[in-house]
């Protein structure tokens, strides 16, 4: 993400794998994610003009799954505001930022 949006990189930001299932009938990865982040400008940041950035990050991240998989994969990428996450304790453990 941040080889798309380097001007302007937003802090705060976190990526939630919500489902990921693959297809009996074919060698398809299906999976849905998340992007949050802590304010509605940074939303914009991420999806850029016309969804032009979201586009690439999906692109380069389908890319990316599709070599460690070694499948295809159908990539489903929302962005979503939750204020101030990273100071509420259960979106910080579940996004696996937690000390042992």
């Known amino acids: 993400m941040l080889h798309y949006v380097h001007d302007e990189i937003p802090h705060g930001v976190a990526v939630e ?24 400008s940074h939303k914009g940041i991420i999806i850029g003009k016309n969804g032009r950035k979201l586009k690439g990050i999906g692109k380069s991240a389908r890319e990316d799954i599709e070599l460690l998989l070694g499948s295809q994969a159908n990539l489903q990428l ?10 509420l304790q259960n979106y910080v453990s579940n996004f696996g930022y937690t000390e042992k």
Request: glycine residues 0%; aromatic residues 8%; hydrophobic residues 35%.
């Open 78 to 87: 929302w962005v979503k505001v939750k204020e101030n996450w990273r100071n």
């Open 17 to 40: 794998i919500e489902k990921m299932k693959s297809r009996k009938d074919k060698e398809i990865v299906d999976i849905s994610a998340v992007i949050y982040c802590e304010r509605d």
